[in-house]
């Protein structure tokens, strides 16, 4: 076998390598709109949850579960899993009849309402009194719409496929007159817009608000997304920092630090999803509609399972199981992160993480996993808890694991043992005259095979080297290395390092010379080591010594 090919299967055999694979899970996602004086977002289950004024019952949440939300003046309006559209609140204008079909995006503006279809053509319904009617959508095929967020002045803006903005509807302070170019994204606001060119850039255009004040320049830079609100409107950089413009009464033109993924701006509030998923809002709070925010749009949330794991019976000693699945699942927003792994009761020892997928911050609905192995170090019943620090709420979670250890293993069977001597020669016969000698007996039997010991873990020592590696920063970094002295037999060994019953380094690899050299934290000066070894043949043997530098 190859060299690589034997190292590979070495660290294979072990579970010494964490697997690379990120979590899996079902790649939902959080997302938020915000309204009048209401904000509406869909959690992590696809299921919705509203807060702030419910007047009309704009934020009475409906049941079942959904892909995309907007929150309008008085009326919220969201697209089923199934893609129908369902709109609830204020209905005095239609505007929360939603139509029937399929639809891929829907908007809520003051009293009427839009939405893409799948086959990519508009449909609007709500406030349409005015002459002639202003509330018709245009015929063509459409890639983006945004209902106007004003009551009693219905206008909207659309993107067609080709690029191209679209408005109709009032036309007062100019806002219903876009540039010309190529769009992805156009945002209709009060009596303002706002639109995301395909060079990434911004254009504004219109009124600024009620008095007419015009619109100042966007900024500049780079953008991936944009929304228009009364009389404000905030995007989202290519750096996933937030910029607003317009009107900051109340703070809504004040976004706040940090990264965001996506952002919608409402009447005088705005709400978006930080890069770790937890949702922000900022601006106009009269309602409650800023704060407080549900806990499932803020925290991470952690579940565990199985919380019990049980080993096969009799593991022989100083032998390595095979691996346990442990899942954890992020039910709630915010990035989950393991802050700390460890081992706890009498026989922590004797069980360990081989692998994981654990080791990053878990976006919510993803899942990850750790593979536990045990290891036992004496016979019968062996029990310990994995505990799992996090931060969540709750912060701990345990899985009780249990196994059986067994006999330690016999070695192999010994070889043959020496041919045994002669016989002794045999009297002369009584009373008789030379008489001949009697024969020889004959050979004894060959002895039995005698019995092989254990060849045991193959570790003969154990050291820990720390010396200075670097500067950086004017400070000397200190590199600190586990080295371990191995029999011939052995080809590569995993070790952790405890003190105090904690684990404070460890790491694998494989031997070279006799020796398996380990690189552990600054400051690890010494303590307890469990070294799992793996041999020509692939055998697995652990055992426990002391080590200092």
Known sequence: MARGAR????AATLGLALLATGPAGAGASVKVSAGGGHTCAIKIDQTIACWGSNSNGQATAPPGTFSAIDAGGLHTCAIRTDASALCWGKNDDGESTAPPGTFTAISAGGDHSCGLKTDNTLACWGRNTQAPPFNVAPVGSFKAVSAGNTAGTTWSCAVDTGGNITCWGYNSYGRGNP??????QAGAGGTHGCALATDATLACWGGFSSNGAPMPAPPGGLFTAV??????????????TLACLGDDFFGRATPPA???????AGYSHNCAVRTNGAVACWGANSSGQVSPIPPALTQAAGTVAPGEVAFKENQPQNTVSAPQEITVTNSGAADLVILGESFTKDDADDFFIGASTCRGPLPGGETCSLWVRFAPQKEGTRQAVLVLDTNATPARYEVSLTGDGGALPQGPQGDSGPTGP??????SGSDGSDGPSGPSGPSGPAGPQGPRGSAGAGLNGATINCKPAKVRGGKVRVKCTLTLAVASFVRGARAKVVRGGRTVGGGTGLARNGRVRISLPPGVRGGQIRVVTIDDSGRLRATKASVRS
Do not use: W
Not at 7 to 10: D, G
Not at 179 to 184: N, V
């Open 179 to 184: 540039p010309l170019g190529a769009f992805l």
């Open 422 to 427: 002669g016989g002794p020669t045999g009297s």
């Open 7 to 10: 190292a590979a299967l070495i």
């Open 258 to 264: 940090g990264t965001f993924t996506s952002v919608n």
């Open 227 to 240: 929304s228009a609100g009364y009389d404000h409107s905030c995007a989202i950089r290519t750096d996933q």
